[in-house]
């Protein structure tokens, strides 16, 4: 079992930047494949960034290539999500989450997720 705990939300102007980061505790958090979802009011969680268990390999949704960094710190057992030029439609909750399988996107095969953190970008 893993515990995730989200932080480093906020309120930003269009155009900031955030880090946000999550802390997990339990197993050996490099055993687990990492991610971020989001979820915006009216709409489904949906795939943000993912990284392997090393840190090789990451994946962005489209959405947010070239804006959003995924990293993690395994001796820290923290990933993070760094956010620039933030926009009013990235504003959502966004929820860490991980599995011990391969690095994907689909949100049903994560079976541990954290309680979220709330970013909100004004125009």
């Known amino acids: 079992q893993v515990q995730l705990v989200e932080s480093g939300g906020g309120l930003v102007q269009a155009g900031g930047s955030l880090r946000l980061s999550c802390a997990a505790s339990?197993?050996?958090?490099?055993?687990?494949?990492m991610a971020w979802f989001r979820q915006a009011p009216g709409k489904e969680r949906e795939f943000v960034a993912g990284i392997s268990r090393s840190g090789a390999s990451t994946t962005n949704a489209d959405s947010v290539k070239a804006r959003f960094t995924i990293s993690r710190d395994n001796a820290k057992n923290t990933v993070y999500l760094q956010m620039n030029s933030l926009k009013p439609e990235d504003t959502a909750v966004y929820y860490c989450?991980?599995?011990?399988?391969?690095?994907?996107?689909?949100?049903?095969?994560?079976?541990?997720w954290g309680q979220g953190t709330q970013v909100t970008v004004s125009s």
């Open positions: 339990g197993r050996t958090f490099s055993s687990y494949v």
């Open positions: 989450a991980c599995r011990e399988l391969g690095l994907i996107s689909r949100r049903a095969d994560y079976p541990y």
